[in-house]
T-cell receptor, first 117, second 116 residues
């Protein structure tokens, strides 16, 4: 069965510094997708970044980058130049299933990030 | 484009009562998902629809939870009777499932349920 593991329940970072949130995954599929979401206290799930299993380059979206190490089955999120508004829960997720029927997302337990001024 | 709409935003009920949540996905999104997110945990899939058919309901507690998507557009999730452990945020999401590698998942704002 597919599984996502986030081992950091909580993280602190100083404003303007970079931070890495860890994520490891387990799957026997050759084709899969990895996602990071941000969930502020208001509750909505905000999509941050996506990495496909066949993508050779690490995904980047503005201040977010995904450090994808396929052999180690890790997909860590790097946030550069942290801002106070980055304080939130962060979830790593993996898409299970492919094709036109879509695929459900399997989520990790989340990491709560707190940015200090 | 309009996002995924959910209502109500908050609901407080007593145990053994019934409750229903509504979700309207993004227009054109054939796949609709209901997730349960217990405080301090990641979301867990309850049920996945493709148009008006069920693709996966393996983690839906069918003795008390039911869901439908009759016309392949909006969906209703019902709990009857509710238990204390059903207190959670219920998230609805929809996706394209094709044309985009990342499937274009979009989540609603969720319904926060408290069972007392």
């Amino acid at each position: 069965a597919q599984k996502i593991t986030q081992t950091q329940p909580g993280m602190f970072v100083q404003e303007k510094e970079a931070v890495t949130l860890d994520c490891t995954y387990d799957t026997s599929d050759q084709s899969y997708g990895l996602f990071w979401y941000k969930q502020p206290s208001s509750g909505e799930m905000i999509f941050l970044i996506y990495q496909g299993s066949y993508d050779e380059q690490n995904a980047t979206e503005g201040r977010y980058s995904l450090n994808f190490q396929k052999a180690r089955k890790s997909a860590n999120l790097v946030i550069s130049a942290s801002q106070l508004g980055d304080s939130a829960m962060y979830f790593c997720a993996m898409r299970e299933g492919t094709g036109n029927q879509g695929g459900k997302l399997i989520f990790g337990q989340g990491t709560e990030l707190s940015v200090k001024p | 484009e309009a996002g995924v709409a959910q209502s109500p935003r908050y609901k407080i009920i007593e145990k053994r009562q019934s409750v229903a949540f509504w979700c309207n996905p993004i227009s054109g999104h054939a796949t609709l998902y209901w997730y349960q997110q217990i405080l301090g945990q990641g979301p867990k899939l309850l049920i996945q629809f493709q148009n008006n058919g069920v693709v996966d309901d393996s983690q839906l507690p069918k003795d008390r939870f039911s869901a439908e998507r009759l016309k392949g557009v909006d969906s209703t999730l019902k709990i009857q009777p509710a238990k204390l452990e059903d207190s959670a945020v219920y998230l609805c999401a929809s996706s394209l499932a094709r044309d985009r590698e990342d499937y274009g998942y979009t989540f609603g704002s969720g319904t926060s349920l408290t069972v007392v």
